[in-house]
């Protein structure tokens, strides 16, 4: 389990908007403060002026900064947010509605951006007023189910408890429950989040994520939970232009560039990689710079002598070629090991 923070640059996250754009925010939608004064039938409400409080553009421009590609992912996000800032008005005109329901669920390959997303929400959230703290805890069965009788439900409420104000994102969330299994208490778990889900909606939110098919069938085995989940949400894999892109900004961030021969033969690569088993998206890419990196210095160190800035930060193409993916021999042993997390 871990409570995810922020952090400047690269793919990590950024600061929250501050606290008194969230504060104002919370005023006009309600919540965090009590209920807003109602404005009379004859009155207007400006939206731009509830975004630019709630730092809502702010946020998803972020959103389109740390993630290449994923547009449907982005569009329904920002639907989300126009839902939201839509029902903080109907409050404001003393239209009765009730809260809506923002537990999802965010289905697809390792490396598509899940947590970013959850993390993106999770702000988004807070500084819309719908939730207190706007944090993200990431929590998988280890965290919450318990390997005997009267583990698991003080295991589950602490990690409820540890998200109440922000966003409990469970990955790999297929694997609390385990039907064939007579003597795993997951389904104890998923009573006990059922509950919170539903009693405590106006405090917490809940995002399952894990790979599409089982994700399908773990939904199928608990329509209960199925029934609590407003929006499902499928991140698409990366194209090979995206891949590009992607590596692209994490070389920028690195002060790494590319030549041209090694870039058309990294671009080769991921095209290879891409059909490979295991393959895990961003963090592949992510993973086999890091092992050019590895191969450009050991190059270096080798070769001995002086260097200046540009051997220092150019990757050749050698330092790519030497991968057992282009020497068809079998997957990288690297990304054998990569798993199943968002």
């Known amino acids: 389990m871990s409570e995810s923070t922020q952090s400047a640059g690269g793919f990590g996250m950024s600061q929250p908007g501050s606290s008194e754009a969230g504060a104002a925010a919370a005023d006009a939608n309600g919540a965090g403060g009590g209920e807003?004064?109602?404005?009379?039938?004859?009155?207007?409400?400006?939206?731009s002026r509830v975004q630019r409080d709630a730092a809502a553009d702010e946020v998803l421009e972020r959103m389109d900064g740390d993630l290449v590609g994923l547009e449907p992912v982005k569009t329904r996000i920002r639907e989300i947010a126009s839902l939201l800032i839509?029902?903080?008005?109907r409050r404001?005109?003393?239209?009765?509605?009730?809260?809506?329901?923002?537990?999802?669920?965010?289905?697809?390959?390792?490396?598509?951006?899940?947590?970013?997303?959850?993390?993106?929400?999770?702000e988004l959230l807070k500084g819309l007023g719908f939730l207190r703290k706007g944090h993200l805890i990431t929590a998988t069965r280890e965290d919450m189910v318990g390997e005997y009788i009267g583990h698991t439900a003080p295991k589950t409420k602490q990690m409820i408890a540890k998200a109440l104000g922000g966003v409990l994102f469970i990955d790999e969330a297929y694997s609390l429950h385990r039907a064939e299994n007579e003597r795993d208490y997951g389904q104890e778990a998923i009573e006990i989040l059922l509950q919170a889900m539903e009693n405590q909606r106006e405090d917490l939110v809940v995002i399952f994520a894990g790979y599409s098919?089982?994700?399908?069938?773990?939904?199928?085995?608990?329509?209960?939970?199925?029934?609590?989940?407003?929006?499902?949400?499928?991140?698409?894999?990366?194209?090979?232009?995206?891949?590009?892109?992607?590596?692209?900004k994490m070389l920028d961030e690195e002060s790494y560039e590319l030549t041209e021969e090694?870039?058309?033969?990294?671009?080769?690569?991921?095209?290879?990689?891409?059909?490979?088993?295991?393959?895990?998206?961003?963090?592949?890419v992510r993973n086999a710079l890091e092992r050019a990196r590895l191969r450009h210095a050991n190059r270096l160190v080798r070769q001995g002598g002086e260097v200046s800035r540009e051997d220092l930060t150019t990757l050749t193409a050698n330092e790519f070629l030497k991968s057992r993916v282009l020497q068809d021999t079998g997957d990288e042993e690297e990304d054998a090991t990569e798993g199943e997390s968002a």
């Open 213 to 248: 098919e089982p994700m399908r069938r773990f939904f199928g085995m608990n329509t209960g939970l199925a029934s609590r989940v407003a929006h499902h949400i499928e991140f698409p894999d990366y194209t090979t232009d995206e891949l590009m892109a992607i590596a692209s």
């Open 92 to 122: 404001r005109f003393g239209l009765g509605s009730s809260p809506p329901t923002l537990h999802m669920s965010f289905t697809g390959s390792p490396g598509t951006g899940k947590t970013t997303v959850a993390l993106r929400m999770a």
């Open 86 to 89: 839509i029902d903080g008005a």
């Open 262 to 284: 090694a870039d058309a033969t990294f671009r080769r690569y991921l095209e290879h990689r891409r059909a490979q088993p295991n393959f895990a998206n961003a963090r592949s």
């Open 36 to 47: 807003p004064e109602t404005l009379s039938p004859d009155a207007t409400l400006d939206l």
